[in-house]
């Protein structure tokens, strides 16, 4: 008890019942609202504080899988689609392990997260990617009706958020998503960048020929 607290017992009974009874009260209210309000949960990381519902942290989600897929030897990029706060389908490019130029990380989450709805439309969905989808995802994207776009770096030969051209916020497509851009760019443009100097250190050019 504080010094505070035994003053009170000591001196004014009826204050250190109110006082007492006011804390415990009070701890009831906290312990209700912490069951009751929409879960914001924080965790502790090196660098900082992380928001577990923010952009950052469903992007190192997506992170993480992109690593998953280069530990594959397939292009390191990495999806997951997120509902009211959580993570409902998980997906890495696995384009070179089913021989299927279609298994891009987006469509592989979004057949994933259609079974786990048992629905087509992804009303609602937020997607997170390490990098800005093609084309073929973007349609995809559009057809389940998905809500938010967010993707970490740009795609400049093939994007279709932007780059290439912008499916994602056609005005003549019926559905157009919300679109965020450059989340964590830096981290997903790296594991990229990596993968594929790797590959070239690899498979030196034939001499003669300039490496681009
Ligand atoms: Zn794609």
Redesign the pocket.
């Known amino acids: 008890m504080s010094a505070k607290a035994q003053h009170y017992t000591f001196q004014y009974p009826l204050a250190a019942f109110l006082f007492v009874s006011k804390a415990i009260h009070a701890g009831k209210l906290l312990e209700i609202a912490r069951q009751q309000a929409p879960i914001r949960l924080f965790k502790f990381m090196e660098e900082g504080i992380i928001d577990l519902q923010s952009d950052d942290y469903f992007m190192g989600e997506a992170l993480r899988l992109a690593q998953r897929a280069r530990s594959q030897d397939e292009v390191p990029v990495g999806a997951v689609l997120v509902l009211e706060g959580r993570i409902i389908a998980r997906a890495y490019n696995q384009v070179e392990q089913l021989k299927d130029a279609t298994a891009?990380a987006?469509?592989l989450a979004i057949t994933q997260a259609e079974a786990v709805l048992e629905d087509w439309r992804l009303t609602g969905c937020d997607l997170y990617v390490t990098k800005e989808?093609?084309p073929?995802?973007a349609g995809a994207i559009i057809h389940t009706r998905v809500r938010r776009v967010i993707f970490g770096c740009l795609s400049p030969k093939d994007g279709a958020g932007g780059s290439l051209m912008n499916l994602l916020q056609h005005p003549k497509l019926n559905h157009r998503c919300e679109v965020t851009s450059g989340v964590r760019q830096l981290e997903c443009a790296s594991v990229l960048q990596d993968f594929f100097r790797q590959k070239r250190s690899a498979s030196p050019p034939p001499p003669g020929h300039l490496p681009e």
Do not use: A
Request: glycine share 0%; net charge negative; charged share 15%.
């Open positions: 891009h987006e469509i989808p093609c073929m995802c």
